[in-house]
């Protein structure tokens, strides 16, 4: 009975504590403000590892750069996407006609054909053959300080041996790497 009577009395001060002035929520207030705080740190921890462990995420993000370079050569695309999504930046300086650079996406044994025909197309055109069915999914082509994405599905990419590459003539040699689907 007595403790019945504390929990009433303790449910009727808390009552009154709310009902009564804004004191009451500003210390609880103080709590709250802490935990977005606690949750932000292992997010940003989170976020810095991403950019190695592709596998996490239905996303990446390549960088390209004046040196005719990307900074990764395996993209790994977990089954589990539904829909992939890379993005592609350009950390240097250059204009696009000069170094641009794209990201396409098609099997290995094509890249010399799709390159080739791509050429025609001009940086107007993103060094792309309008229509190629061989390219699974490509970029703009974008010149320094730019950035661009592309979103493709991940099932196009099965059974097959994929890579990305740039399509600016003469790039395909130092920037491409593998695309595969990973568990
Ligand atoms: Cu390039």
Known sequence: MKYYLSLIAAAALSLS???????????ASAP???????????????????????????????????????????????KQCKEFTLTLKHVGTMPKAAMGHNVVI????????VVADGAGAGADG?????GDTRIVAHTKLIGGGEETKVTFD????????????????????????TVKLVD
Do not use: R
């Open 106 to 113: 098609a099997k290995t044994a094509d890249i010399a054909a």
């Open 154 to 177: 991940p099932a196009k990419l099965a059974g097959g041996d994929y890579s990305f590459f740039c399509s600016f003539p003469g790039h395909e040699g130092l920037m491409h790497g």
């Open 32 to 78: 709250v403000a802490s935990a977005p705080a606690t949750t932000a740190a292992p997010t940003a921890s989170e976020a810095a590892p991403t950019a190695g462990a592709q596998t996490a995420a239905c996303e990446v993000v390549v960088e390209g750069n004046d040196q005719m370079k990307f900074n990764t050569a395996n993209i790994d695309i977990s």
């Open 17 to 27: 504590a709310c009902s009564q002035e804004a004191p009451a929520p500003a210390p």
């Open 126 to 130: 993103d060094f792309v053959k309008a």
